[in-house]
């Protein structure tokens, strides 16, 4: 990260925030050589981190009416959805008060009617319930030590199920090593009759889980493949090299 300059930094009880740029992409980072969030100037709505990609490769089983996503950070999310689909309804949860006014001052959120921001836990949102159910639910919620444990515990994948309308699908942002977590596969196999999941060449294992009749296959077909690769601008197939069900 040494070619970046450091365009600002702030401090919560949570720690520590920065906002870095090289003159071509700017970076949030909590903290030494991590990059929460990264945009590229001239293109803000292509996701540049592959877990982000691999996220977005759930429009190709669901053409979503609402969205709602756990963890803004620089909002690559929430810029990807709006250049793929403007009408989409997207409701982004972020629990940091200054991850949002970076998101917005920093990495050209676009806000507008169709993005409701709550600044809340999503913890506490999830269970609270008090929100219309929703096509695909998006969670990529990290600090700098990682993946929040709670968000891995049953309690939390029954929230996300009573989230999601009956077709729709829950995207799991967690890390390589929770390949490895039995836990985690039993909690969403007793909400979820189709458990798929891919590792990005990030080291990250984004996570489908849904209900839907025909699960996922349409994210194995080419030409979806093709055709939302044009309408995100990134090489989807690239992405999903190893994706297949979670045993």
Not at 103 to 130: M, S, W
Request: hydrophobic fraction near 40%; aromatic fraction near 8%; include cysteine.
């Amino acid at each position: 990260m040494s070619d970046y300059k450091v365009l600002h930094t702030s401090t919560d009880e949570f720690g520590d925030l920065f906002v870095l740029d090289d003159g071509h992409f700017r970076v949030l980072s909590f903290g030494d050589n991590d990059e929460q969030s990264k945009m590229d100037k001239t293109e803000p709505h292509v996701p540049q981190h592959t877990y982000v990609q691999a996220m977005l490769t759930v429009l190709m089983a669901k053409q979503p009416k609402s969205v709602m996503i756990l963890g803004l950070g620089g909002g690559a999310l929430v810029h990807a959805l709006r250049h793929y689909d403007a009408a989409i309804k997207i409701t982004a949860v972020e629990i940091r008060e200054q991850v949002i006014h970076a998101a917005k001052r920093f990495f050209q959120l676009p806000t507008g009617k169709k993005l409701t921001l709550v600044h809340q836990d999503a913890n506490h949102f999830i269970k609270a319930g008090d929100f219309k159910k929703t096509d695909i639910l998006f969670v990529d919620i990290y600090s700098e030590k990682g993946v929040d444990p709670q968000l891995l515990s049953a309690e939390f994948i029954l929230y996300c199920h009573q989230a999601l309308k009956s077709e729709g699908i829950l995207v799991l942002n967690c890390w390589k090593e929770h390949r490895n977590n039995s836990a985690l596969l039993s909690h969403l196999q007793q909400h979820f009759s189709h458990v798929e999941a891919c590792l990005t060449g990030g080291g990250n294992w984004v996570v489908f889980a849904t209900n839907q009749s025909q699960g996922l296959a349409a994210m194995g077909s080419k030409a979806n493949q093709q055709a939302l690769s044009q309408a995100i601008g990134v090489n989807v197939a690239r992405v999903l090299t190893r994706f297949e069900p979670w045993k």
